[in-house]
């Protein structure tokens, strides 16, 4: 807590004081330079450090290449000397039968691993190169990749000398890379008599390798803590090295293990010469390796030489490290430096902006003395802030002084404004209701004017239809038993015109309906409604499916209530473009604790379905998107529903059908606010 203190405390004065700002704006530069110095200079030191790093280890490459040359040379020259020594001619021409056994038997006296005496009939065995050269009188000297059979013809010792155990593979590779060289004899005659063959087989040849990186890397060439290494590889598999199986620990030797897959698609599939970081079986090495090539010109192995890597970086990172220490030393010297000269230059400035701090919080104060030369800019400068505060203070006081008697003036105006603006608040309230009851009541008296007249022009001819109907039952006599029926359900359907204009007379006013209500069972009501849209669709291509699960009974006017079932299904079968499945369906209405409300009808139709829009204004007094429709349907029918106490639910999706629902209560609850709730609505 008290570091957290001393760190906020800190970066508070760096953040206020003069000084600290100063300080900041003069190292800032120097520490912005020194950084691009050492940026400057990692990045010329990598770049040259690396590049240096390369060109050595393609020196070193250049040299392990010449040496292996030299090598081959030195073992051409021996076979040489062999077939130019006494003993050599003296059986040559004295008794060739023993030549070839003689020969063999050479081996270790000129330091090779096989030497081997072919008569001139044996040519066909080599290639076709090789035979060209023999036969020109060249000698000749190449790597060879041979298998085991081949080897053993050579030697019956190189079998066991080549094979090589495979690290982490649980195999060997019995197959093995030689130098050969081929010297062609020829007789008194200028014609091919014998070819001598020799050479050394590189697999496991330590001494080789170890005898190449003396000659490459000398005492004293590498970083302290490196170490150099040379590889002769068969194809991928290391045959020869002198490369740890452990960098740190430094022992044994990597032979069997093979050369990463980015070296291998380069060096022996491309046959280019790779250089630079590569890692070597357990460590980071900078590499150079390049493609060995047998008589015909193919790749079959690489040359690698190679040392660490970490201690050069180590040699790198600690010259960085010490440039870094100097930086930072020359950083903390500059920074004192001004640190100083920027104590004593701004203390002045620092007393004249803690007065400046002071005054801001409304204390005050001066700043006075600064102990400096009279004629000094900072002390001229603090006598002058001195007097615009003197004179500050006393606008201040005028000001205070102004502002009073205008915050007197200001509340006596703000008083009278609130309470006219809550005069003129209520006038508005008062003016939007009268407006509101205007467009009712002009609403109403539209509807009444139009219903009356609808009723007015049903009643007329359906007066006329029960006067001849009666004057055919007093003409017809005892007849009329014939066509009782026909005459009874005429009758009934007129007494429903009648019912249904006087619903819409008494729609038109605010009294409501006031039919008489009573128990009914809500399926009986559905069938006989069901049975006059089915009379009524017969000639349409409307199948009606009903299922009619509700047990309870509600009340109802039975008359109003088949209105409203009859102008739903209607509406349906209109929406169908008056063919496809309309649904009916009853059940009991029951709420979440399981009580029975009373009964819900739902009629489903699959028509065109209702727009969201238009969701919102259906039950609205004439409104309608039937060319030949009134729009007072489904206002009335929900007037009817509404005043005992129900609800209409609609719910639609456009181009797929809508369905109603009806809310019947099992005891009806009557509503006398019809008109004023669908108006509202």
Known sequence: MKLKHIVLKWVRRFRTMVRYRLLVLTSVPIIITLLALIALTMYWTVTYTWQSALMNVRADLAVAHHSLELLQKEQRMRLMSLSSSYDFQTLLRTDEAKLSDWVSTQTSNYELDFVVLHPASALGEFSKVNRRLLLKGKEQTFFQVLDGQALENLNPNLPANAEIPLVKERESESRGLISRSLIPIFNEKNQLQWIVDGGILLNNSTLLVDRIRDLVYAADTLPAGSIGTVTLFMDDLRVSTNVPLDSEARFGRAIGTRVSDEVKQQVLIAGENWVGRAFVYDDWYVSSYEPLHDHDGNVIGMLYTGYLEWPLLKTFLTNIIELGLGIVIVLLLSGAIVYRGARDLFRPIERIYNVVKAVQSGLDRRIGSLELFKNHELQILGQQFDSMLDQLHQRNEDIKKASLELEDKVQIRTRSLHEKT????????????????????????????????????????????????????????????????????????????????????QYSRQGGVQDEITWHHVNLIVEESLTLVRSGTKSYDVKVEAQLDAKCCIEANRHQLLQVLINLQMNGVHAMDDKGLLKVKTEDWIDQSGKVLGAVVRVTDHGCGISKENLKRIFNPFFTTRRSGTGLGLSVSQGIISEIGGEIEVQSELGKGSTFSIYLREKATLNNDLMLDVEAY
Request: net charge negative; proline share 1%.
């Open 422 to 505: 809550e005069e003129l608040e209520q006038h508005i309230k008062l003016l939007n209701q009268a407006k509101i009851k205007l467009v009712a009541s002009e609403k109403l008296a539209a509807l009444g004017e139009l219903t009356a007249g609808i009723a007015h022009e049903i009643n007329n001819p359906t007066a006329v239809i029960l006067g001849n109907v009666e004057l055919l039952q007093l003409e017809l006599g005892d007849d009329t038993q014939r066509v009782k029926e026909e005459l009874d359900a005429i009758h009934e359907q007129i007494d429903r015109i009648r019912n249904i204009t006087r619903s819409l007379l």
